[in-house]
């Protein structure tokens, strides 16, 4: 029975930090070790990130889950119980002013604009004499 490896990051948020033997080591054509050395230098590599990596997810891991699961359900809590219904409140206060505003640049505003307008719209500039 074969093992599949299960794929604990579907979604590529940490493909940035891939580091395989692969990925940090490699000899050119013109410059290589003996086969011994490459193929025992990739197994000390991978025996020890993993058994470092493995050591510090049991010992730091269930802690940063713990701190980090505490850090989103506060930034949850404070969206949902904060910041949404802020937002709501400024959003109704906004369109309360928009009409207040709305009004006055109808009533005040406008016609004074559109007095210019008619005023400005009746001034005719002719140019006399000759280019010099």
């Known amino acids: 029975m074969t093992s599949q490896k299960q794929d604990r990051d579907p979604n590529g948020i940490n493909y940035?930090?891939?580091?395989?033997?692969?990925d940090v080591f490699a000899e050119s054509d013109g410059t290589q070790s003996f086969d011994c050395v490459w193929q025992t230098s990739e197994q000390c590599y991978s025996c020890s990130k993993n058994c470092?990596?493995?050591f510090l997810a049991v010992f730091c891991g269930l802690c940063a889950a713990f701190l980090w699961g505490?850090?989103?359900?506060?930034?949850?809590?404070?969206?949902?119980?904060?910041?949404?219904?802020a937002i709501k409140i400024f959003v109704i206060n906004c369109s309360a002013l928009q009409k207040c505003a709305g009004n006055i640049i109808g009533c005040i505003l406008a016609p004074?604009?559109?007095?210019?307008?008619?005023?400005?719209?009746n001034i005719s500039i002719q140019h006399s004499g000759t280019k010099g």
Request: a negative charge.
């Open 16 to 22: 940035h930090i891939q580091a395989d033997f692969e």
């Open 52 to 54: 470092c990596y493995n």
């Open 70 to 85: 505490f850090q989103f359900a506060c930034v949850a809590f404070e969206h949902v119980w904060c910041l949404t219904p």
């Open 112 to 121: 004074l604009c559109e007095t210019c307008g008619l005023m400005f719209s």
